[in-house]
């Protein structure tokens, strides 16, 4: 189970990748944050809401009105240009930061090993 | 889905209420109200679903600064007073955590029949103390008086036994949470919302137990003003009058017996809600009880007494009326006890779930 605080500057990244096949709202993000990610990690309806509006008000997602399938008022969210290209910039960081952390573990673990 | 209501309700209203608050409190809503929906779908019960749904929830101060409350919400840098309520000043104890509060709940269910036993053994304890030394003056038994006395005492002090060993068991799993039960903890809004969810699920049981119970202690002492009345001229008169007592005990036993296996979820419930910081609302309780006992007390004792003297004179029964007293004050004792019931019914009556 990942702890909330090792992933938490990532959920904006979860969010906007599920974004990218088309509009979503609150409750189906987390139900498919949760399921794509297993057992590994929950994520709070807080956690889930404080990042849709973080975007939101950074302009990489927009907002709408809409209507679930039973006649329920829902927001919806669909993500923007820049938050296209936000994405694309957070995959080359997570993918660096990766490669840095990945190369300080493995040099651990080699020097560990005789 | 009212629960979920009234645990945003508690979770918000702390918080000026603007659009964007207003707003977030509606959206969270609705995910909590979907993820309900899906939980009962998947065949939770009812009050699983509320508790997992809160367990989800995550915690307020993660949307304050989208919400632009955090000032509100970490008390060190907010100005004294404004939304914050007042800091209690009893000392502040660790909050009380849902896993806690579900173990808690669990051993009360897994302890009640035990706890229940050992009361009902302790009302019928004094039976055969009451009745085998009259039932051997009578000649029913070929014992003389002092065995009579004597098998009386050892079927006591074995009933009391049994009560006690039982009462021990019970403590030793419900002693883990003391500290629950003595209120020396603050109250935590998610097990509030959810021992109030288990008391609402299991009232209607409760109260049922209840009215059964109070009719049973009502028509306690009928067969012992019927028998002291109608049989006081038979040979065999004052044995009847002890059946009567026995059959009291009985009775009151009987009550406590069905109501008090449907009291778990209230006790824990009230137990649970009542954390070091609502000190005055335990007060207004105990002023409430006091309230409807005193009720109670003042027709039951001129009753008992009216039929203390009706059954001495008119039966002539001076020597054998006095057992009214001594039964009449367990009698009172158990109604009592059920008026603490009825009292926390009014009180969860008045502060429904909205």
Same mark, same amino acid.
């Given at each position: 189970?990942?702890?909330?605080?090792?992933?938490?500057?990532?959920?904006?990244?979860?969010?906007?990748?599920?974004?990218?096949?088309?509009?979503?709202?609150?409750?189906?993000?987390?139900?498919?944050?949760?399921?794509?990610?297993?057992?590994?990690?929950?994520?709070?309806?807080?956690?889930?809401?404080?990042?849709?509006?973080?975007?939101?008000?950074?302009?990489?997602?927009?907002?709408?009105?809409?209507?679930?399938?039973?006649?329920?008022?829902?927001?919806?969210?669909?993500?923007?240009?820049?938050?296209?290209?936000?994405?694309?910039?957070?995959?080359?960081? $997570?993918?660096?930061?990766?490669?840095?952390?990945?190369?300080?573990?493995?040099?651990?673990?080699?020097?560990?090993?005789? | 889905?009212?629960?979920?209501?009234?645990?945003?309700?508690?979770?918000?209203?702390?918080?000026?209420?603007?659009?964007?608050?207003?707003? +977030?409190?509606?959206?969270?809503?609705?995910?909590?109200?979907?993820?309900?929906?899906?939980?009962?779908?998947?065949?939770?019960?009812?009050? /699983?679903?509320?508790?997992?749904?809160?367990?989800?929830?995550?915690?307020?101060?993660?949307?304050?600064?989208?919400?632009?409350?955090? +000032?509100?919400?970490?008390?060190?840098?907010?100005?004294?007073?404004?939304?914050?309520?007042?800091?209690?000043?009893?000392?502040?104890?660790?909050?009380?955590?849902?896993? /806690?509060?579900?173990?808690?709940?669990?051993?009360?269910?897994?302890?009640?029949?035990?706890?229940?036993?050992?009361?009902?053994?302790?009302?019928?304890?004094?039976?055969?103390?009451?009745?085998?030394?009259?039932?051997?003056?009578?000649?029913?038994?070929?014992?003389?008086?002092?065995?009579?006395?004597?098998?009386?005492?050892?079927?006591?002090?074995?009933?009391?036994?049994?009560?006690?060993?039982?009462?021990?068991?019970?403590?030793?799993?419900?002693?883990?949470?003391?500290?629950?039960? /003595?209120?020396?903890?603050?109250?935590?809004?998610?097990?509030?919302?959810?021992?109030?969810?288990?008391?609402?699920?299991?009232?209607?049981?409760?109260?049922?137990?209840?009215?059964?119970?109070?009719?049973?202690?009502?028509?306690?002492?009928?067969?012992?003003?019927?028998?002291?009345?109608?049989?006081?001229?038979?040979?065999?008169?004052?044995?009847?009058?002890?059946?009567?007592?026995?059959?009291?005990?009985?009775?009151?036993?009987?009550?406590?017996?069905?109501?008090?296996?449907?009291? $778990?979820?209230?006790?824990?419930?009230?137990?649970?809600?009542?954390?070091?910081?609502?000190?005055?609302?335990?007060?207004? +309780?105990?002023?409430?009880?006091?309230?409807?006992?005193?009720?109670?007390? +003042?027709?039951?004792?001129?009753?008992?007494?009216?039929?203390?003297?009706? $059954?001495?004179?008119?039966?002539?029964?001076?020597?054998?009326?006095?057992?009214? $007293?001594?039964?009449?004050?367990?009698?009172?004792?158990?109604?009592?006890?059920?008026?603490?019931?009825? /009292?926390?019914?009014?009180?969860?009556?008045?502060?429904?779930?909205?």
């Amino acid at each position: 189970m990942i702890s909330a605080d090792a992933i938490r500057g990532y959920v904006d990244v979860l969010v906007l990748s599920l974004l990218r096949t088309g509009p979503s709202y609150a409750y189906e993000l987390a139900q498919r944050i949760t399921a794509i990610s297993g057992d590994d990690y929950a994520i709070k309806q807080t956690t889930l809401y404080s990042a849709v509006k973080r975007l939101e008000s950074s302009e990489l997602v927009t907002s709408y009105a809409g209507v679930s399938p039973s006649g329920k008022p829902r927001t919806y969210y669909r993500i923007s240009e820049s938050g296209l290209a936000h994405f694309d910039l957070k995959v080359d960081e $997570w993918r660096s930061t990766k490669t840095v952390v990945d190369r300080f573990i493995n040099e651990a673990i080699e020097g560990a090993t005789p | 889905m009212n629960v979920i209501v009234a645990y945003l309700d508690s979770m918000f209203n702390a918080y000026p209420q603007t659009p964007r608050l207003l707003e +977030a409190k509606a959206e969270l809503q609705a995910m909590m109200e979907d993820a309900y929906a899906s939980f009962i779908a998947q065949g939770d019960s009812e009050n /699983e679903a509320v508790g997992r749904v809160i367990r989800d929830f995550g915690n307020l101060e993660e949307v304050a600064p989208v919400l632009g409350i955090s +000032a509100d919400l970490t008390p060190d840098s907010a100005p004294a007073g404004a939304a914050q309520a007042p800091a209690p000043t009893a000392p502040r104890h660790p909050p009380v955590t849902l896993d /806690e509060a579900h173990s808690y709940a669990d051993a009360q269910e897994r302890t009640r029949f035990r706890m229940t036993a050992a009361i009902v053994l302790f009302v019928l304890s004094p039976a055969g103390i009451v009745s085998l030394p009259v039932a051997a003056k009578s000649g029913l038994l070929a014992i003389t008086d002092e065995a009579g006395i004597f098998i009386g005492i050892i079927f006591l002090l074995v009933l009391a036994a049994i009560g006690v060993m039982l009462l021990i068991s019970t403590s030793r799993e419900t002693a883990p949470f003391t500290r629950l039960t /003595e209120s020396h903890f603050s109250p935590n809004p998610v097990v509030t919302s959810w021992a109030e969810s288990l008391a609402a699920q299991h009232d209607r049981p409760r109260i049922r137990a209840l009215q059964v119970a109070i009719a049973l202690w009502i028509l306690a002492p009928i067969p012992l003003i019927a028998f002291a009345l109608l049989l006081d001229d038979s040979p065999l008169g004052d044995f009847w009058v002890v059946i009567g007592v026995v059959l009291v005990l009985a009775l009151v036993a009987t009550g406590l017996g069905v109501l008090l296996p449907h009291t $778990w979820a209230q006790t824990v419930a009230e137990n649970l809600t009542s954390g070091s910081g609502k000190l005055g609302s335990i007060a207004d +309780a105990s002023e409430d009880e006091r309230s409807i006992v005193s009720v109670i007390a +003042a027709f039951y004792w001129p009753l008992l007494t009216a039929v203390f003297l009706a $059954w001495s004179f008119i039966g002539n029964a001076w020597g054998t009326s006095w057992v009214i $007293w001594p039964v009449g004050a367990v009698l009172f004792g158990a109604i009592a006890a059920g008026g603490e019931a009825v /009292e926390s019914y009014r009180r969860a009556r008045r502060h429904p779930l909205s």
